[in-house]
């Protein structure tokens, strides 16, 4: 049955509206110098209290950056700042050579290639895995779409590559809420890859996990490095000696030292305000 003229518009998948296309005004990332993200003298004050102070940091492009502290060393403003969710009282925050953050809501941060992930997992619970996939498709977020369209065989190639790198595709057609939290946890990072981006902010990605998890989570963020940045937030310094090449550490909304593991864990600062608790 051919659709009316109007609905033949909803299911192309190709069709971008107008309200669609915020994301189109973003300039190109550009990376040609090496560094994907700078943030410079970011301060963040709440009711006088600076969550972030003068803070400064650069992560390179491909990089795999851990990013460890005490509780309330600014790790979470600071990922709100990358995202758009908090505005900085003071400094700079730039994705790539020409892309403002500071100058971007988060549906637009977001469009231009940053995807967050929440401790918690976040994922559709009644759905397939396969769907969850497919609904967080990038560019695919039209209501009618899921009563009329059809994926195309390059989308279905794209799915299945993704339940490949997440180490799903043997539950490709379990429903979601049946999964273990570490598997939703990889949903959730594969939700994140559908929309292709370049760097992903990853909060706490092994709370809860079981050490067989913990291992996979460990292979699978050391597979996504170099195809795109990730930065990781964690606690758990047995996993952070699993992926960590650079190590930042925070404390009191500012970097207190930067390097590897080895130089991070050694550093008399580091152990009297955070190691050593």
Known sequence: MKLPAALETFADREHVFEFMARGSRVPRLDVSHNVILYLEDITVAFDGFRALNDLTLYVDAGELRCIIGPNGAGKTTMMDVITGKTRPDSGSAWFGQTIDLLQLDEPEIAAAGIGRKFQKPTVFTEHSVFENLELAMA????????????????????????????????????????????????????????????????????????????????????????????????????????IARKVTVLHEGSVLAEGSLDEVQNNAKVVEVYLGE
């Open 139 to 242: 560019g695919d977020k039209r209501v009618w779409r899921i009563l009329f369209a059809k994926l195309t065989p390059a989308q279905i190639e794209r799915i299945e590559s993704v339940l490949e790198t997440i180490g799903l595709k043997d539950q490709r057609d379990a429903r979601a809420g049946s999964l273990s939290h570490g598997q939703k946890q990889w949903l959730e990072i594969g939700m994140l890859l559908m929309q292709d981006p370049q760097l992903l902010l990853v909060d706490e990605p092994v709370a809860g996990m079981t050490p067989q998890e913990t291992e996979r989570t460990a292979e699978l963020l050391l597979g996504l490095a170099g195809k795109h940045s990730v930065v990781v937030v964690e606690h758990d310094m047995a996993f952070v000696r699993s």
